[in-house]
């Protein structure tokens, strides 16, 4: 198990955190121009939402080099509903996206960007730490996600997105409100015909969270395979 899970850090991920790095701070030194420019510090609430964002990758990054807690099977599992109750964080920066047409305080050009640069790397990290995640099962209980998994994965991933832009709760809300968050859950599994638009929008985004997925592992399994 030792063996397989440094390997591939040591051939792959080290390399890949270093161009997260540039990239993530790439925007960030977008937002700091933004703010040097206009005198405002409009969007600096997307390096908080990266942070968020960048929980669940450190989480699985974390769990690949630590073989103890891959083996502790109770560590393990506590370990991975943190890693579901954050994940959603990695992809809800892209509904940051909608922040486009109230402000205009910079070019439409330069706030597309900015606004692209951190939902790219929020995605990144969240397909990433999936991925991550789905090596370290495998290793453990010798089995891939099924596509069926994966959706549900994407599907908790969407309603968490929702539940972050919509009913504005933050994942910690879990710990400090989850009285109320539970009888908004609850109110839309209850009455699933009242919330038509919500339950449309919670699909069609895991369903594209889920083809984006898949489609990045394709093509790196492609690469892989056409540069051995």
Request: charged share 10%.
């Amino acid at each position: 198990m030792q063996n397989l899970i440094y390997k591939q850090d040591n051939t792959t991920i080290f390399s890949l955190n270093q161009w997260l790095v540039i990239s993530c701070s790439f925007s960030f030194l977008l937002v700091a121009g933004r703010v040097v420019a206009t005198g405002t510090l409009t969007y600096v609430f997307l390096l908080w939402n990266l942070f968020l964002a960048l929980v669940p990758y450190g989480i699985t990054n974390w769990l690949s080099v630590n073989i103890r807690v891959i083996e502790n099977k109770r560590l393990l599992t506590l370990s991975l509903l943190v890693w579901l109750l954050f994940i959603p964080n990695s992809f809800y920066i892209l509904t940051d996206i909608f922040h486009l047409r109230n402000i205009r305080s910079a070019p439409k050009w330069f706030d597309l960007l900015l606004l692209l640069s951190f939902a790219w790397n929020g995605l990144i990290l969240g397909v990433v730490s999936i991925r991550r995640a789905e090596v370290i099962l495998e290793t453990v209980f010798g089995q891939r996600f099924s596509l069926f998994i994966l959706f549900v994965v994407m599907w908790l991933n969407a309603f968490g997105i929702y539940i972050g832009r919509f009913l504005r709760y933050n994942s910690w809300d879990v710990v400090t409100q989850p009285f109320s968050l539970f009888a908004d859950m609850a109110q839309m599994g209850l009455y699933p015909f009242a919330y038509t638009s919500e339950w449309s929008m919670i699909t069609c985004y895991a369903l594209f969270m889920t083809l984006l997925y898949i489609t990045i592992q394709k093509l790196s399994e492609n690469f892989y395979q056409s540069n051995k």
